[in-house]
């Protein structure tokens, strides 16, 4: 399973990621108070020059992080195109670029491991409610042992379905899907069990 | 304990698959990814305290870095873009799905299914969804609401699959469905 790490390792993955976390939250927040457009773009124009200094390859994978928010940029674009406000469709859009690529980035700088520490820091509290944080531990294990699992057996199920029927996989592959998970999971806690358990 | 760790372990798992496995097709035709299926069969399986539990996990990873939204999207990024509402939302949405399909387990499983599927996984998961596209995108409530009205369609129908399909595991194995334990 690959995650979001940028593989190459820039001056910003060594800090801290309480740190990035913490500036992250404030900066964020900072921008959604942002209301005129010479501020949003340069906001906008800081973040990217951020992204260049750690290097073209950072910036890369930064342009193709934030694919996902160019439908909502054409619907600002339409949207205020049409009311005639064009500063506000310029400010929603800036900041909005700027906020989600700086939350990228960190994500791109950031060890999966690291996250998962902070994760679980920030979890520990559900212990008064009986969540330990050792079963947290498992749990998250587990999850990234599993996804490759159901993502090859999800393929398997597709392609039996197309040779039977000659047609593109329906939804009807879930349910096995479904079934072959539940099934998994009482092999897997029954393990657990025959291993000691999960000590609390 | 094991069992509900690994449960809910587990059924993360299969929400991050149902989000990454190409888009499946309905017999009309239609292409949907099952990512927010997932979110409701957690509900309607797991019940509301386990079914938030998957969600938060899968919810909690994607933020840390795993690429496991529906189109390999994750990481922080999600926080302050328009969907952040959906976000946040989905774990709120499988304890309400999860809730309800417990308060009507003595009714009919499809029904009941249904119902909890629909107030939970679509109903409710909009109320954060809307106010996140609102806020963040600088529009209206009303606004927000109208851009959204074209998903709507696709999620009751994806009601209606997760009704069939905890229908279906609930008579195969009935001690799974913990909705109704």
Not at chain 1, 103 to 129: E, G, K, W, Y
Not at chain 2, 24 to 36: D, E
Not at chain 2, 126 to 155: C, H, Q, R, W
Request: aromatic share 6%.
């Amino acid at each position: 399973m690959l995650s979001l790490t940028h593989p190459r390792k820039t001056p910003l993955h060594s800090v801290p990621a309480s740190y990035k976390l913490l500036f992250l939250c404030v900066a964020a927040t900072a921008m959604f108070a942002i209301s005129t457009a010479p501020v949003a773009i340069s906001v906008l124009l800081v973040v990217m020059a951020a992204y260049l200094m750690l290097g073209w390859d950072v910036a890369k994978r930064g342009a193709s992080a934030s694919r996902g928010l160019w439908p909502f940029v054409a619907v600002i674009a339409i949207w205020h195109a049409h009311s005639g406000d064009y500063e506000q469709g310029i400010v929603i859009t800036a900041r909005l670029l700027a906020a989600v690529s700086l939350s990228n980035l960190v994500t791109m700088t950031t060890r999966l491991q690291d996250m998962i520490d902070c994760l679980s820091t920030v979890a520990r509290p559900l212990r008064h409610v009986g969540i330990s944080p050792k079963s947290i531990a498992i749990a998250i294990a587990l999850v990234v042992r599993f996804i490759p699992e159901f993502l090859d057996r999800a393929e398997r199920l597709s392609l039996a379905y197309r040779a039977r029927s000659g047609r593109r996989a329906s939804w009807r592959i879930i349910l096995p899907l479904v079934f072959s998970a539940l099934d998994d999971a009482e092999a897997v806690a029954n393990a657990l069990r025959a291993r000691g358990g999960i000590e609390r | 304990m094991e069992r509900s760790v690994v449960l809910i372990a587990l059924f993360a798992a299969l929400i991050a698959a149902l989000g990454l496995i190409p888009k499946i097709m309905l017999t009309s035709g239609v292409p949907i990814t099952a990512q927010s299926m997932g979110i409701m069969l957690a509900g309607t399986i797991l019940g509301a305290k386990r079914g938030m539990a998957a969600v938060a996990l899968f919810i909690g990873l994607t933020l840390a870095g795993l690429p496991l939204l529906a189109g390999g999207r994750g990481g922080l990024g999600l926080l302050s873009s328009p969907t952040v509402g959906f976000i946040i939302g989905f774990p709120i949405a499988a304890f309400v799905t999860g809730y309800i399909a417990e308060r009507l387990k003595r009714t009919n499983i499809a029904f009941a299914s249904i119902i909890a599927a629909f107030l939970g996984g679509v109903v409710v998961l909009y109320i954060p969804g809307v106010i996140g596209m609102a806020v963040v995108l600088g529009k209206s409530i009303n606004e927000a609401t109208l851009l959204m009205m074209p998903f709507v369609p696709g999620d009751v129908l994806k009601a209606c699959l997760t009704a069939l399909i905890t229908q279906a595991v609930y008579r195969a194995r009935p001690t799974s469905v913990l909705a109704r334990g």
